[in-house]
């Protein structure tokens, strides 16, 4: 495998730019394959199109930025309690958040990225008795305070999970990298199995972290969360995924595994972030043995490792490989991400087209 080297700045910025422009022509094929079919989602487009001529709504999501970056202690009241009804709306539209599993003294949810707690709090709320394990950033290198009061309902680890190296199968540390002091062992228990994982994580701005990693971040945190999200699932059991865009080559990609070994919705708040591209996936009855669920899993752990260890070059030339499966996926699950997408951008639209600064003829920054 190929590690980290000092390369000069000018190669890695370029191996980024070709695989981002790679990207983009990917998430561009999809959007013109959903604007021909999908009225929900070229009516966003266009709105999102007229958006460009007008940025007067940029202090509105800096506004939001902030305030998450840098939260007082009434601003982190209100993100918990904002959680805690988003995952009670989340529940009532699709139910995935009540363990079914008949064996009250071993239920368990396993949440990846807990702080503030809003969402675990209802979850536990839904299922007296269980029992969950939680991680959450430590406040030492930017995380959020944690606000749901302790309880012997949980267990919290303070740790970053995108450095979970053992978990994610990787137990020789290459000397020379500039987290190999960073790394950690094995969080979680061979064999413990969950029947309820929380993945919403996201990359926080103020994450204290190696420069390597400002380009990865996103793929390393989501992809820790899925890679062991679905190893320690319990057959049967449900993930809830925070995500962004249904429309991109990342989201396909995504949904269309999932669908292969389990039932799969997609959930957006009618009341928050609803002009963002924000949504939760949930997945339930999931099969974590199926063949193409163990594949999975190693195809994830292995993409980890990849933006974790790899070169940029080497990241490019991935990401160029996958995109070759566009056309096939798009193909299969085309029809089935248009069903699935329509509720998201019905509502994402219909924010927008009613923001202040929209209905005075202002326009609305793209996402």
């Not at 000069?8 to 990917?26: G, I, M, P, R, S």
């Amino acid at each position: 495998m190929e590690t980290i080297t000092d390369n000069v700045k000018e190669e890695q910025e370029e191996a980024f730019t070709q695989l981002d422009k790679a990207e983009a022509h990917a998430d561009r094929a999809i959007k013109a394959y959903l604007r021909e079919r999908v009225p929900e989602f070229q009516r966003l487009a266009i709105l999102r199109e007229r958006g460009w001529k007008n940025k007067s709504a940029d202090t509105f999501f800096q506004k939001q930025r902030d305030n998450a970056d840098h939260c007082n202690k009434k601003t982190a009241r209100f993100f918990y309690s904002m959680m805690k009804e988003i995952a009670q709306q989340l529940h009532d539209s699709t139910g995935c958040l009540c363990i079914s599993n008949a064996d009250a003294t071993d239920r368990g949810i396993l949440d990846f990225c807990m702080a503030p707690g809003g969402f675990l709090a209802t979850a536990l709320d839904l299922n007296s008795g269980a029992h969950a394990l939680a991680f959450s950033l430590p406040l030492s290198v930017g995380g959020h305070r944690v606000l749901l009061p302790r309880s012997p309902a949980f267990t919290l680890r303070f740790l970053d999970i995108t450095m979970l190296a053992a978990d994610m199968g990787v137990t020789q540390i290459p000397s020379g990298h500039p987290d190999a002091q960073n790394f950690l062992p094995q969080a979680l228990e061979t064999g413990k199995m969950f029947d309820l994982i929380l993945c919403d994580g996201q990359v926080l701005r103020e994450h204290i972290r190696a420069s390597y990693r400002e380009r990865r971040e996103v793929s390393r945190l989501i992809l820790t969360q899925l890679a062991l999200g679905l190893q320690h699932v319990r057959p049967g059991g449900s993930m809830v995924v925070l995500l962004h865009k249904v429309e991109t080559w990342k989201t396909l990609r995504l949904l269309f595994s999932f669908s292969k070994f389990s039932s799969v919705r997609l959930f957006k708040s009618n009341k928050y972030h609803t002009k963002r591209s924000s949504f939760y996936m949930i997945a339930t009855d999931i099969q974590p043995l199926h063949d193409e669920a163990l594949l999975t899993i190693e195809a994830w752990k292995a993409a980890w490792t990849l933006a974790t260890f790899g070169t940029d070059e080497a990241l490019e030339s991935a990401g160029r490989k996958e995109q070759l499966k566009l056309g096939p996926i798009l193909d299969a699950f085309g029809s089935e991400l248009s069903s699935l997408g329509r509720e998201i951008w019905k509502i994402q639209a219909d924010a927008l087209e009613q923001a202040p600064w929209f209905r005075n003829g202002g326009g609305e920054p793209t996402e």
